[in-house]
């Protein structure tokens, strides 16, 4: 550790250019100096001596303890490390394109050209409340996420000693999960009747196999094995800006769940009544590159008059609010459909409890329900195991009981109906169908 007089310095080197023999005594004319852990000399100018003393002692002493940090690494723009840790996250490609928008939309006007040294927990904590005022509590969660693991990589890199974002000051925002009920299977089936005939069979698979919507959408003949009793999810159709695309399911991987008999009869008759053509759509792959292209037979597409859409792949907005709450709305789970200030027709309701993904729902308690394996049910539904405990990450297997307990958990409680006046629930019989069976009511 050194300490340097600057004014002693510029005494020597500049009297013939300062006629004052020194400049001014109230400028920082103490110099801490210090050697940094790549073997450089190091420097901070200071007005008194103590101060630079003090300053020196300090950065030696977390030298020592190695806890040092460049008084220079914080002046990186924070833009840099936020394009670095963007770069560096392993997940999927919607969920990337996801965490861009927010940065852009979000964290960017806020921060970006700022020094990551510079950003202060009073800072962040006014920017959560100026986002809390204009959007919801989910953007406000992912853009927080964003900015709080950007910083976190600059504190990882010795670009700076904390990180604001994780102050105890600040309140995380964290998006409010409202219980909710399983459907019954009878509500099931009661919605499942007031869809159109084409996409009837729609709700019995997300409901059978425990698929997100997207999923659904891009079932194609060749997923089904019905020897084996068995479907592949293999993608999904999803939209990327206007592009709209096949990709790997949500997790970036394929899976196989069960098919059950009842299950099987209904994919069967929807092949037989409307024979899936070959459909090609451009191939996202995890990193989020569209290249080539993926052709598969669908089982679904949309019928009609309308030469825009008749024979095009299934768009979850569109069936949202064409097939799905109208559904809904015969059934008295939603209000019918009212005029908006532009003379519009639309729903209100049909949220979350009420959407497609009570289907996904419905199938993971039916599962629970019957004693079917929690890392059965995990795998079926494709939620990963990483990071859980030993005894289920490791050791919870999925053998063909596990299979076979799900086929029968699907067929014991969603394939059987209430017919009229039948005061018991009547299930199928062998050589019946769900539809015949409706037909009878």
Avoid at 120 to 137: D, I
Avoid at 214 to 220: D, E, N, P
Wanted: aromatic share 8%; glycine share 8%; proline share 6%.
């Amino acid at each position: 550790m050194r300490v340097r007089d600057l004014w002693l310095d510029s005494q020597r080197r500049k009297t013939a250019r300062h006629p004052d023999r020194g400049g001014n005594r109230d400028a920082c004319r103490w110099l801490a100096c210090w050697t940094g852990p790549d073997g450089r000399e190091k420097t901070r100018a200071f007005q008194t001596k103590d101060a630079a003393t003090r300053y020196a002692r300090r950065m030696e002493s977390d030298l020592e303890r190695g806890e040092y940090i460049d008084p220079d690494s914080g002046k990186v723009l924070f833009g840099s490390i936020a394009s670095r840790w963007l770069e560096l996250r392993q997940v999927g490609a919607s969920t990337r394109r996801h965490y861009e928008s927010a940065y852009r939309l979000y964290v960017a006007p806020a921060f970006a050209n700022r020094q990551v040294k510079s950003v202060r927990p009073s800072e962040v904590l006014a920017w959560l409340q100026e986002l809390a005022a204009s959007y919801s509590t989910s953007t406000q969660e992912t853009a927080y996420m964003v900015l709080a693991g950007a910083l976190d990589l600059a504190v990882a890199d010795g670009l700076r000693r904390d990180n604001p974002a994780r102050s105890s000051i600040i309140p995380k925002p964290r998006v409010k999960t409202a219980p909710r009920e399983a459907w019954p299977s009878s509500r099931v089936w009661l919605v499942t009747d007031e869809h159109p005939e084409p996409y009837r069979a729609i709700p019995a698979c997300a409901a059978g196999l425990g698929l997100r919507q997207g999923c659904v959408f891009a079932l194609a003949e060749e997923d089904f094995d019905f020897g084996a009793g068995k479907v592949i999810i293999r993608r999904q159709v999803t939209r990327v800006g206007s592009q709209f695309v096949f990709k790997l399911p949500k997790g970036g991987k394929e899976r196989t769940v069960p098919l059950s008999p009842g299950l099987a009869r209904i994919a069967a008759a929807q092949i037989e009544a409307y024979p899936p053509q070959l459909y090609t759509l451009p191939w996202m792959g995890e990193d989020g590159r569209v290249s080539g292209a993926c052709a598969c037979r669908l089982l679904y597409r949309w019928h009609g008059d309308d030469p825009r859409t008749h024979g095009k792949h299934i768009v979850a907005s569109s069936f949202d609010q064409f097939v799905w709450k109208p559904a809904l709305s015969r059934t008295g789970i939603i209000p019918p459909p009212a005029k908006d200030k532009r003379g519009i027709h639309r729903y209100k309701g049909g949220d979350r409890r009420d959407g497609m993904h009570a289907l996904r729902h419905f199938y993971s308690t039916t599962l629970l329900d019957a004693g079917v394996s929690l890392a059965g049910v995990m795998e079926f539904m494709g939620h990963s195991r990483e990071g859980k405990p030993i005894t289920l990450g490791t050791y919870g297997h999925v053998t063909e009981e596990t299979f076979e307990q799900a086929r029968r958990a699907i067929d014991k409680t969603l394939f059987r109906l209430h017919v009229a006046g039948a005061s018991e629930p009547v299930k199928m019989t062998a050589d019946g169908t769900v539809a015949e069976l409706r037909r009878g009511r």
